[in-house]
């Protein structure tokens, strides 16, 4: 059975720094894309980065470019999110995703299939 744990989440000020990580459980993720996506309340689900599976390629959406730092340890299955200078409205539940296919880059919702359970991200004024 295949299951996504993040963690790291929590409670900030603004301009702190929080690390989510996530840890892939059941399978190995080998040749597979790996991403970030947050959704505030209210809002949709919405893309936040996500890298390739050698580590060479990443995306960022544009209002974290620069703040935040998506990397991953194949060896330990895991995918992390730096995220720096935290502003108010990076407030969310960060969720991380696999793609349905190997080999792929892609910021689509509908392109993931494996997602985890969320973890909360509140950053304060």
């Known amino acids: 059975q295949v299951q996504l744990v993040e963690s790291g989440g929590g409670l900030v000020q603004v301009g702190g720094s929080l690390r989510l990580s996530c840890v892939a459980a059941?399978?190995?993720?080998?040749?597979?894309?790996m991403g970030w996506f947050r959704q505030a309340p209210g809002k949709e689900r919405e893309f936040v980065a996500v890298?390739?599976?050698?580590?060479?390629?990443?995306y960022y959406t544009t209002s974290v470019k620069g703040r935040f730092t998506i990397s991953r340890d194949n060896a330990k299955n895991t995918v992390y999110l730096q995220m720096n200078s935290l502003k108010p409205e990076d407030t969310a539940v960060y969720y991380c995703?696999?793609?349905?296919?190997?080999?792929?880059?892609?910021?689509?919702?509908?392109?993931?299939?494996?997602w985890g359970q969320g973890t909360q991200v509140t950053v304060s004024s």
């Open positions: 995703a696999i793609p349905n296919k190997p080999l792929i880059m892609t910021t689509r919702r509908d392109d993931y299939d494996y």
């Open positions: 059941g399978r190995t993720f080998r040749g597979y894309a």
């Open positions: 890298i390739n599976r050698s580590s060479v390629t990443t």
